[in-house]
């Protein structure tokens, strides 16, 4: 059986470690070409030495030689910086590539391995966020898929491959509703990182964390989901299922509803990226129908969820206001986690940046470009970052 060759950009993120854990589980399918990490040196060494890929990029140039001594004489090619990372996911010898970096950064390399003509297997929210008209017209282009492996946007692909030719009539996105899903707004304006940070289903970084507590994530995954799918924002419905087990539904013109079920482990819908359409054994856990309980559903508060609202009235008017509202809501979040603003200090400057942001119907590459890094500027100014 011939393998496929992944490079995992963010290798030592929550999605990228998880990556690895199904690549251990299918070494007869999967190998790794390349790895990439921003400044985690050590866990970027030790993964090398596990899977002993042909690249290793370590983004922070100053880490580069700390790496470069700890790989010397494996064979393994170590390289600095987002322009070699971008150079690397070219390789012949890659298949598939895992974006898996945290933040706008995702973007570029993306693009680079979409003109390389690989398979991306997309965990990079802000790429489709900050620039979805031009990577799924990119993609179109050179006949490149993209599969998701969010878990929300999985579900959705997996129940539209199984109604075939028919099309959805609206999206019904999850969201568990996060660690402030039954606090009052008084109670979640006085909330500290560390009580956002206690996601209770999922295991996540610091980033999608608090966004999941704040409902950016799924503002953003409402985005994604209109680039991903062709469907209209009008057409997604978010819907509150603290259980995590439903992890997206598709509603169809005659009334009735498909479903993806499955326990919360991002290993299932990340394997099917690098399977479909064949499933493969995944040594996980499984839903026990008759042990599960009840399961519940409520609708979104966008009164105590206000960045949900936001991320809406973003896509509702398109161009580039989508990518200020992600520049903004990343430096808001830096803020929070280092206690320079509140809570709700990420919804207001988010608002700010949908206020202020000159809007560009068709930005183009260089447009995004810059529309991130002024959101994003003003938006740490405010926060004072």
Known sequence: MERSHLAILGSTGSIGTQTLDVVRQHPDRLAVSMLSANRSADK???QALEFRPKHVVICAQECYADVAKALQGTGIQVHSGTAALCETVADSEIDIVVAAMVGFSGLRPTLAAIRADKIIALANKETLVAAGALVTSLAAERHIPILPIDS?????FQCLQAAGQNRPRRIHLTASGGPFRTWERERIARATPAEA???????MGAKITIDSATMMNKGFEVIEAKWLFGVDPADINVVVHPESVIHSMV???DGAVLA?????DMRQPIQYALSCPSRWELNNRKLDFATLGSLSFGAADTERF?????AFEAIRRGGNLPCAVNAAN???VKAFLQEKIG???IAELVEQALAMTPFIAEPTLDDIFETNRLAYDRAADKAGL
């Open 251 to 253: 509603e169809f013109a």
């Open 260 to 264: 993806q079920l499955g326990c919360p």
């Open 330 to 332: 990343e430096a808001a």
């Open 44 to 46: 970027l060494i030790a």
């Open 343 to 345: 809570f709700y200090g």
């Open 152 to 156: 929300e946007h999985s579900a959705i």
């Open 306 to 310: 206000p960045c949900l609202a936001h």
């Open 197 to 203: 940070l206690r996601h209770p289903n999922w295991d």
